[in-house]
């Protein structure tokens, strides 16, 4: 069953190629979604997939982020959303 989850990463996360990098990995993951930088400087990522394993892994790796970023926490919520065919980076 598709799952789509909203989640809200907090830390030193824009400016340091987050959402680029977070859209590697979803892509690596077949994840499907969009990541954007926030006013509050979060970033919100929508990430939706069929195979929980992998959205676990995706989960797990945004608790760090890439190297260049500190994550210092991840809010998070399963939503209802409208069906996504790629992962964006959106401005």
Do not use: C
């Not at 789509?4 to 340091?16: A, C, L, S, W």
């Not at 977070?22 to 939706?48: F, P, W």
């Not at 929980?52 to 399963?78: C, I, S, Y």
């Amino acid at each position: 069953m598709k799952k789509t989850i909203e989640i809200f990463v907090f830390g030193h996360v824009q400016g340091v190629w987050f959402r680029d990098s977070t859209k590697k990995k979803a892509i690596e993951y077949g994840i499907r979604g969009y990541a954007k930088n926030m006013a509050d400087g979060s970033v919100k990522v929508l990430a939706q997939h069929e195979d929980q394993e992998k959205m676990n892994l995706f989960l797990e790796w945004l608790k760090r982020g890439p190297d260049t970023a500190q994550v210092d926490r991840l809010n998070k919520k399963e939503i209802a959303s409208e069906e996504f065919i790629d992962f964006q980076v959106r401005y």
